[in-house]
């Protein structure tokens, strides 16, 4: 069993940073996609950024240019630098592992909060 606890949400203000963790518990996949998504509620939950086991990254339009993915494969920890932060970037924040073998399993953290204002 994989387990994801993410961590690092808060309040900030317009323009101020946050960094997300997700710490992966168990054993990571071989080849593996870890997203960052993120909810508003009432809204579907919507991909903004990731990062493969190989390390290649990709960002939504949203995010690209403001908000970073990188990770700690000794740690086995993926976190999420985001800057200049916006109001509409309020919502909470989830990652998700996805194996890119068979069977093709994913797994969700919980969540974590973040709100922008001022």
């Known amino acids: 069993q994989v387990q994801l606890v993410e961590s690092g949400g808060g309040l900030a203000q317009p323009g101020e940073s946050l960094r997300l963790s997700c710490v992966v518990g168990g054993n990571l996949f071989r080849t593996y996609h870890l997203g960052w998504h993120r909810q508003i509620p009432g809204q579907q939950r919507d991909l903004i950024a990731g990062i493969t086991s190989s390390g290649s990254t990709n960002y939504g339009r949203s995010v690209k240019g403001r908000f970073i993915v990188s990770k700690d494969n000794a740690a086995n920890t993926f976190y999420l630098q985001m800057n200049n932060l916006k109001t509409e970037d309020t919502a909470t924040y989830f990652c998700?592992?996805?194996?890119?073998?068979?069977?093709?399993?994913?797994?969700w953290g919980r969540g974590t909060q973040v709100a922008v204002s001022s």
């Open positions: 998700k592992i996805s194996n890119l073998d068979p069977p093709h399993d994913h797994y």
